[in-house]
Every structure is written in C-alpha cells, then in structure tokens.
C-alpha cells in the first residue's frame, strides 16, 4: 500500500487548467536556459552523474527518526521529507533546529494508510471534511482521497502542512507527495505546482518515461515552463526481480545510472517493536537504512563510479536564482 505504480492516467491537465497555472505564476516564462542541462546548470558537467538519496516518511514514527538522522549525518541520504500531521514531527523539529543545514522537505501527507497507527489532517477537519474518513483519521488510500476530496482541500491541507514546517524553523527545501496523493489526479497535479509556484519549492515528478508511458509527454516541459527545478528521473517504477535481494537491486539501480540529475527514495526505519507493529514493510526499511547508512560496499561503490550526491537545497537554490533573474 505504501508504493503506487506510477501510472498517471488519471492526470489530464487540460489546456484552461495549464493556462490558469501560468496566468497564477504571473506570467512566468522562466524555462532554464535552452541546451543546457540541470547538472551544467547546477555547476557540473553534462556527463557527471549526480545523485539524491531522499529519506521519506521522516517523522512518522520514532523508529523512522532513528534511522532517517542516522542516515543523514552518517550514512549516504542527502534529503529527506518530513510527515507534519504525524505525531513524532516534533522530534524532527528538534533535529532541525540543532542542524539548520540540514536538507529538509514537506512530505505533503493527505493519507493516512496503517491500520492501527493513524493520523489526522494538520487543518481543522471541518475546514477539510472530504480528506476525514469517519474515524476522524485521513483516509487510508489515495483513490478513497480521489473519491472524498476536493482538489483545493487537498491544497488547503497541503499549504497548512508547509506553513506548519516553516513555522516550527523548518528550513524547507523541496516538496513532494506522500503515496503520489497530489500527482495521481489532474486537478490534484495542478495544486500540487501551484503551492510549489507559491513557495518557490523545487518539487518531485515523475520520470520524462514515466509520464511518456502515462501519455503526458509534455507534462514535464510545462511544469519547466513555471520555473520549477526538478530531478531528471526519479527511480520509482522499478522493483527488484525475482529472486533479487534488495542489496542487489540498489547496486544495480546505482550502477546503472545515467548522466544528469535522479533522486531515488528510501524509507529509512530501525527494526524495533514500534516498527514492526506500525508498518508491513518494517523489514525493507531497516534493510534500506542499512544498506544506506552503515554498508562499506554501497559507500565504495558510489565513489568507484564517481557518483556525485547532492541534495535538494542545491536545486532549490539553483530554482531561486533563476526565477529572481527573471524577475518573479
């Protein structure tokens, strides 16, 4: 339940909606400069391969903090996302004022997806009734969000989460989507960039396949067209073979990266009691924090192929610096 296949049929920007968005971002024609590539605008060469290691689903739990800082300060994750509505976001709090560097993101949360470990929304639930299922939780699934919800209470929801983060001392550098819940519906899409616009926040998309896949080739150039900075690919789709163990399906993603810029995300988890009453997947977690935080031979490999890690705060800067020059 807590990884979506990527297949975005139900995103169908229309021309009004696409227009709406760029009348919002005040006319902005900020695409990046033409025949240069993200890693060149970010002061590196065409052919580096530069890599994001996000940590999402920080603060959700304890067990998720423990690895997520440990993996931060020690091991090979350059970002991670945080869950607001959750009930250990203070401790993120915490970390984040003694490590004001730190590279951190709204996890932007309009599900609430475990069985007995839930969580509401951050705004008052009879301002955002169609998120709320009717224990007073957000829903479990992002269909069941679809299916409830309005698309501007899902941004309601979404803007209360990142006023939330910036208001407890967040430095927030990006935003993504927990479970895809803001990139799965057009109109939802469309809310998604529009805060992003709004914040001045690099955000998450989807791979320029995926969405080739999905039939929305040109969704990436008009989210460009915005002057938002972006991965080029997000390791999403993919999963291990048969019978391949997780430590090999992560060499082999990272051995098999291209030139330019691609995020891959993890969720980083200790095994303790807490985890594995909290989630089914406790097991991959502590797997991914390992191998990402404590396995020489993942650090080794990184450096034998010259993989370059970076964070988001280099694409936010990098987003800031183009729109100021184009005066937005």
């Known amino acids: 339940?807590?990884?979506?296949?990527?297949?975005?049929?139900?995103?169908?920007?229309?021309?009004?909606?696409?227009?709406?968005?760029?009348?919002?971002?005040?006319?902005?024609?900020?695409?990046?400069?033409?025949?240069?590539?993200?890693?060149?605008?970010?002061?590196?060469?065409?052919?580096?391969r530069l890599l994001i290691i996000n940590g999402d689903d920080f603060g959700m739990c304890?067990?998720?903090?423990?690895?997520?800082?440990?993996?931060?300060?020690?091991?090979?994750?350059?970002?991670?996302?945080?869950?607001?509505?959750?009930?250990?976001?203070?401790?993120?709090?915490?970390?984040?004022?003694?490590?004001?560097?730190a590279d951190i993101g709204v996890h932007l949360t309009h599900t609430s997806e475990w069985q007995v470990y839930r969580w509401g929304p951050v705004s008052p639930a009879a301002s955002v009734p169609g998120l709320v299922d009717p224990q007073g939780y957000l829903w479990q699934g992002v269909e069941e969000v679809y299916g409830h919800a309005k698309a501007d209470e899902?941004?309601?929801?979404?803007?209360?989460?990142?006023?939330?983060?910036?208001?407890?001392g967040i430095d927030v550098t990006h935003l993504d989507s927990h479970m895809g819940a803001m990139q799965y519906n057009g109109e939802f899409h469309r809310r998604y960039l529009q805060l992003a616009v709004e914040s001045n926040l690099p955000v998450r998309m989807g791979s320029p396949?995926?969405?080739?896949?999905?039939?929305?080739?040109?969704?990436?150039?008009?989210?460009?067209?915005?002057?938002?900075?972006?991965?080029?690919?997000?390791?999403?789709?993919?999963?291990?073979?048969?019978?391949?163990?997780?430590?090999a399906y992560w060499k082999r993603i990272v051995t098999d990266l291209k030139p330019g810029v691609t995020e891959l995300y993890i969720h980083a988890a200790t095994l303790t009691e807490e985890s594995k009453a909290t989630t089914n997947t406790s097991k991959e977690r502590a797997e991914?924090?390992?191998?990402?935080?404590?396995?020489?031979?993942?650090?080794?490999?990184?450096?034998r192929l010259g993989i370059i890690r970076i964070g988001y705060r280099e694409l936010r800067d990098l987003q800031r610096r183009e729109r100021a020059a184009a005066g937005k």
Not at 290 to 302: C, G, V
Request: aromatic share 6%; proline share 8%; glycine share 6%.
């Open 1 to 48: 339940m807590e990884r979506f296949a990527l297949s975005l049929i139900a995103l169908r920007l229309p021309v009004a909606a696409l227009a709406l968005l760029l009348m919002m971002a005040a006319g902005c024609e900020a695409a990046p400069p033409p025949g240069r590539s993200l890693a060149e605008r970010l002061g590196y060469k065409a052919t580096d």
């Open 62 to 101: 304890h067990s998720a903090n423990t690895a997520t800082i440990d993996s931060l300060t020690n091991g090979l994750m350059t970002s991670t996302t945080v869950m607001v509505p959750c009930p250990w976001f203070l401790e993120v709090v915490r970390f984040a004022k003694a490590n004001p560097k």
């Open 154 to 168: 899902a941004l309601a929801e979404a803007r209360a989460q990142l006023k939330r983060a910036l208001g407890a």
């Open 209 to 247: 396949e995926t969405y080739e896949k999905a039939g929305f080739p040109s969704i990436r150039k008009e989210t460009q067209a915005l002057g938002l900075v972006f991965p080029d690919r997000l390791v999403h789709e993919e999963s291990p073979k048969p019978g391949e163990t997780r430590r």
């Open 288 to 303: 991914d924090y390992e191998l990402f935080t404590h396995d020489p031979e993942m650090k080794d490999l990184l450096k």
